[in-house]
């Protein structure tokens, strides 16, 4: 699994890919403290195009930047969800609580 984290502007991209499960945790926190402290962004865009599995940890992760990010006002969208990941996100009724693009 690998994380970058880029600010272009007023938008933070978490770039993910490989598994996303217990074992990541920590990477994850860092990026989204990263993304959640740049100067100016209102919008933080996390891409899943390259993400093979998400397990409950990593949607733990997702759910606390979710928190986060509402409580400073900047908005959360994941991005290029791969049917797989869709699903996995459906099944648990996370769907609905995600902007997803």
């Known amino acids: 699994m690998s994380i970058t984290v880029n600010v272009h502007g007023p938008i933070a991209h978490i770039n993910l890919s490989g598994g996303i499960d217990y074992s990541t945790q920590e990477e994850i926190k860092e990026a989204n403290h990263k993304a959640l402290s740049a100067?100016?962004?209102?919008?933080?865009?996390?891409?899943?195009a390259d993400v093979t599995f998400i397990d409950s940890s990593g949607i733990r992760a997702l759910l606390t930047l979710?928190?986060?990010?509402?409580?400073?006002?900047?908005a959360l969208v994941l991005l290029d969800c791969t049917a797989l990941i869709r699903d996995i996100f459906e099944i648990g009724g996370f769907d609905s609580m995600f902007t997803i693009r």
């Open 66 to 74: 979710q928190r986060e990010a509402d409580e400073r006002g900047i």
């Open 39 to 48: 100067e100016h962004v209102h919008e933080i865009h996390v891409n899943f």
